[in-house]
């Protein structure tokens, strides 16, 4: 273990000679492996090597016994030890987190406080590595999540992400050095320990060497991802002048969108992987994005800019809609009726020689309002895969003159219906359609 622990260091420049390296010790086999490994390799390193242990006070004398074994460990390997204690409990009420959440933050706010200047070594094993892809994955991520557990990340380095538990275990065995157990590490109470005690298993019974298989995979994952990277880096430089990307759209879709992320999380902005699709497309075709309150991405001529906009002050008249003749305009009238469908031929037979608009009226959700054009208006059109600003088809295909009175309907999940444009995907007839919702308009 100490040469392919050696060579993983050396081959990913982890360490330079003269560095000092501060191991983070809870008392646990994949610490102890990692404050063994880094104090036997120190001269051949050129390193100093410490230790530090945060206790988290939330089992009572079974924490205080960890700092004990780990200060012992440390005295005889002649490691200089701090420990540092902190309340978990508390912090999480104070900030509404689990405790879970609540220990990672405390105790990487005293890793980084404590290691300034420093190299601050944490002991993530393969098998940790797997089961944060298998956790990212359930809660969905793209490339960068499969990536795993980085190598490096500011001054925190980890020396043992291609080494297993099965491994460290042999290592320390072959020591006779004894390690704690974290009674919290027994429970399925946390979700990390479910993917452990019950995902990794199931895993071997397919593969018995899957954890050792997910090395290689996850680095070339890994090594894929810092190319994105780059190629990222590369198009920020050319393209970021303050909140803009111009010129952003003659580069791959990935590194688009990589971008877009980029001055979204700068700005501390939320975003998703449907709002990152989203803003690709305002950058290509053009449109407006809301991110959060009143900032908007703004994409066009293949440049997109994150701005603020205050919303126009203009009112909206609407009335709820009826079956029958409506009526919110002068000089004209949206007419509705519901009509049976026999089957989807017979509808597109019908539409293909009419003006008005066919919807599955058993698709429509809940109360349907009819109302004018309003600020952000968005509609997904029957037939497409992508949401579309309303504004910018307006300009595109509906005469000046009409603008001011054109029709929309919507329900409860939003815009169904654009006078002029169309219908939205979701209320589109297909071949289960049973009545149909006929919307057709008279201007007098």
Do not use: W
Request: charged share 30%.
């Amino acid at each position: 273990m100490l040469t392919k622990v050696y060579k993983f260091i050396n081959d990913n420049n982890m360490i330079c000679r003269g560095d000092t390296v501060v191991c983070g010790l809870s008392g646990g086999a994949d610490s102890v492996a990692l404050l063994i490994s880094l104090s036997e390799l120190s001269e051949k390193l050129g390193i100093s090597v410490e230790a530090l242990h945060v206790n988290h006070c939330l089992r009572g004398t079974e924490s205080d016994g960890d700092e004990q074994f780990c200060h012992e460990l440390c005295a005889r390997l002649n490691v200089p030890f701090k420990a540092i204690s902190c309340d978990v409990r508390s912090y999480a009420e104070q900030y509404s987190l689990s405790t879970e959440e609540a220990a990672r933050k405390l105790r990487y706010d005293i890793f980084m406080e404590h290691s300034k200047g420093k190299k601050l070594a944490t002991a993530h094993n393969a098998n940790d590595n797997l089961e944060t892809v298998i956790l990212n994955l359930a809660r969905g991520t793209g490339i960068k999540g499969l990536a795993g557990i980085p190598m490096i990340r500011g001054n925190i380095i980890r020396p043992l992400l291609t080494v297993t538990r099965k491994e460290i275990e042999d290592f320390l065995t072959k020591r006779s050095q004894p390690y704690v157990t974290d009674s919290t590490n027994l429970s399925d109470d946390y979700t990390r320990n479910k993917i452990r005690h019950r995902i990794l298993p199931l895993l071997a019974e397919i593969n018995s060497s899957a954890v050792e298989t997910s090395i290689n995979s996850i680095n070339t994952v890994r090594e894929e991802n810092a190319f994105i990277e780059e190629q990222t880096d590369e198009a920020m430089n050319k393209c970021r002048i303050k909140n803009a990307l111009n010129g952003l759209g003659k580069y791959p879709p990935i590194i688009r969108k990589r971008c877009i992320s980029r001055l979204l999380s700068e700005n501390r902005l939320p975003y998703s992987h449907k709002r990152l699709e989203e803003a690709d497309t305002a950058l290509m075709e053009g449109g407006k994005i809301n991110i959060s309150g009143d900032i908007y991405l703004i994409g066009s001529d293949d440049s997109i800019e994150l701005k603020k906009i205050s919303p126009q002050a203009k009112d909206v008249t609407e009335s709820p809609l009826i079956i029958g003749i409506n009526r919110i305009f002068d000089n004209c009238e949206l007419i509705c009726e519901i009509i049976e469908c026999e089957n989807l031929k017979k509808i597109e037979a019908v539409h293909k020689k009419s003006t008005f608009y066919l919807l599955d009226y058993d698709k429509i959700n809940g109360r349907t309002i009819l109302r004018s054009r309003k600020f952000g208006d968005k509609i997904r059109l029957s037939g497409r895969s992508f949401t579309s600003s309303i504004k910018k088809l307006i300009n595109e295909t509906i005469d000046a003159e009409l603008r001011p009175t054109l029709h929309f309907i919507e329900d409860e999940e939003g815009t169904i219906f654009a006078e002029g444009i169309g219908i939205a995907d979701r209320v589109a007839p297909d071949n289960n359609t049973v009545r149909c919702l006929k919307v057709s308009v008279e201007r007098h």
